[in-house]
Nanobody, 120 residues
Framework: QVQLVESGGGLVQAGGSLRLSCAAS????????MGWFRQAPGKEREFVSR????????YYTDSVKGRFTISRDNAKNTVYLQMNSLEPEDTAIYYC?????????????WGQGTQVTVSS
């Protein structure tokens, strides 16, 4: 298991930007596919983005394509989510998660979440 701690959330106006960070400790960070999820009030948790172990392959849910960018720094055991052109609909608690080999989206480790609030 890897331990995850998110940071970087906050309150921002629509059109603004935030960068979320997720610091990992424990077992080898570079062996995990990493992902970001979010949960808005009254809604189920949803997938936002994921990144492969070497950072070369990324996926995004349609609603954030072109606005969010996921990246990772394996030397720093950290994954990032750069969020631009934020919309009120992006308001949610954002969680990072780790998917161990064989990468079947088991998402075995989760952080505690960081709140993102976008005002209109």
């Amino acid at each position: 298991q890897v331990q995850l701690v998110e940071s970087g959330g906050g309150l921002v106006q629509a059109g603004g930007s935030l960068r979320l960070s997720c610091a990992a400790s424990g077992r080898t960070f570079s062996s995990y596919t990493m992902g970001w999820f979010r949960q808005a009030p009254g809604k189920e948790r949803e997938f936002v983005s994921r990144i492969s172990t070497n950072g070369r392959t990324t996926y995004y849910t349609d609603s954030v394509k072109g606005r969010f960018t996921i990246s990772r720094d394996n030397a720093k055991n950290t994954v990032y989510l750069q969020m631009n052109s934020l919309e009120p609909e992006d308001t949610a608690i954002y969680y990072c998660a780790a998917d161990p080999p064989p990468y079947r989206s088991s998402w075995s480790s989760w952080g505690q979440g960081t709140q993102v609030t976008v005002s209109s």
